[in-house]
T-cell receptor
């Protein structure tokens, strides 16, 4: 199956700092999503971004499909941004069967 | 508008027992997918149901089975539980064409 690698695995930031999370994938995909998992286990969909760039408040994401990577940018981080960030991809003709990376665990300290 | 609802939230079972987890999809969604998330790992796809049939299946043994009802709700059954089945089980609902929404999960502990 497709390989999804995320880096860094762990990140500790001071409140107000910026960060970039990376997701590399090993095959062509027709769906890529970024999720935030809160401490209670809830996965929140941040972006649907199989290609291009999107922004939502302090968060933005860019996917370069031809080079098989995606970046998630977090600006002016807040303590509520803490949690695990997952990249998930789906292959064409698989009915949105997602393959998840191992995640980036983000801790924002006051 | 309710999102995806999973029950129970927590469950403790003994090795060898059987367990049933339940999922009610977001209103309007017709597809349900189940994922297993072991501690410190990303979720792994178990299977997906659409029109009451299993459409896709991940690399899980036959001990894992499921069902989708006419109202689109779904059950995940696991037989002959192993210690390694301890995990967070996540349900996601969507339209067949996409639009995933995850539930908060059922945390299963096998002792």
């Amino acid at each position: 199956g497709i390989q999804v690698e995320q880096s860094p695995p762990d990140l500790i930031l001071q409140e107000g700092a910026n960060s970039t999370l990376r997701c590399n994938f090993s095959d062509s995909v027709n769906n890529l999503q970024w999720f935030h998992q809160n401490p209670w286990g809830q996965l929140i969909n941040l972006f649907y971004i199989p290609s291009g760039t999107k922004q939502n408040g302090r968060l933005s994401a860019t996917t370069v499909a031809t080079e098989r990577y995606s970046l998630l940018y977090i600006s002016s981080s807040q303590t509520t941004d803490s949690g695990v960030y997952f990249c998930a991809v789906a292959l064409p003709n698989t009915g949105n069967q997602f393959y998840f990376g191992t995640g980036t665990s983000l801790t924002v300290i006051p | 508008d309710a999102g995806v609802t999973q029950s129970p939230t927590h469950l403790i079972k003994t090795r060898g027992q059987q367990v049933t987890l339940r999922c009610s999809p977001k209103s309007g969604h017709d597809t349900v997918s189940w994922y297993q998330q072991a501690l410190g790992q990303g979720p792994q796809f178990i299977f997906q149901y659409y029109e009451e049939e299993e459409r896709q299946r991940g690399n899980f043994p036959d001990r894992f089975s499921g069902h989708q009802f006419p109202n689109y709700s779904s059950e995940l059954n696991v037989n002959a539980l192993l210690l390694g089945d301890s995990a967070l089980y996540l349900c996601a609902s969507s339209f067949w064409t996409g639009g995933y929404t995850f539930g908060s999960g059922t945390r299963l502990t096998v002792v």
